[in-house]
């Protein structure tokens, strides 16, 4: 990741100019972190491969436009958030195109994804976490995500779903109902 605001400035500045080097610097500083939000909403590998190139197409056509905030302090943050809010949205995307209806609840509620089994004594704390979201059905996962972890609001999520309001409240607390249950049966 890009360690000062200074840095990140004078990356985005080359990148505006279409400048190589500092393309290729905000994609490797970067890319580990959009791969993290993309895989908040797709487990599949090649599938989060393409929107993380995906979300870069977008930040690099669209980065005129971001201005961060009044401090230059928080620099570094704002253009976390804004770069998040594109990965989380172009995954969105991604998951309308395959004709997701986020509207009606999965049919199978004890429905799981399949998961990779590994080790547990390999597994980092992230992806235990990960691995119970991952146990959460996809419209249930994909509002706690943008609402816990990408910030988006109750209104944000329904316009971008196309679902009502009280729908994505009442998927979110399943989704917090569920999680705390798999959390118990697996301490």
């Not at 393409?50 to 253009?79: Q, R």
């Not at 059905?137 to 995500?145: A, D, E, L």
């Not at 309001?165 to 009442?170: A, F, L």
Request: proline share 2%.
């Amino acid at each position: 990741m890009v360690s000062s605001n200074a840095e990140l400035e004078n990356i985005i500045k080359g990148c505006v100019s279409e400048k190589q080097r500092q393309k290729e610097a905000l994609y490797k500083s970067y890319y580990g972190y959009i791969k993290g939000v993309v895989l908040r909403y797709v487990q599949d590998y090649h599938t989060a491969e393409e929107l993380v190139n995906d979300s870069f197409v977008k930040i690099f056509s669209h980065l005129d436009t971001f201005h961060g905030t009044s401090e230059s302090a928080d620099l570094c943050v704002s253009f976390k958030s804004w770069i998040a809010k594109i990965a989380s949205r172009t995954a969105i995307d991604s998951l309308r195109r395959k004709k997701i209806n986020f509207g009606v609840e999965e049919i199978n509620e004890n429905h799981t994804p399949h998961l990779l089994r590994s080790n547990p004594a390999e597994n980092s704390e992230g992806r235990d976490i990960l691995a119970l979201l991952n146990k959460l059905p996809q419209t249930q996962k994909t509002v706690f995500n943008l609402y816990e972890i990408e910030g988006f609001s109750h209104e944000e999520i329904a316009g971008m779903l196309a679902i009502p309001v009280n729908v994505c409240r009442v998927y979110l607390s399943r989704a917090k109902t569920k999680l705390k249950a798999l959390y118990v049966k697996n301490i």
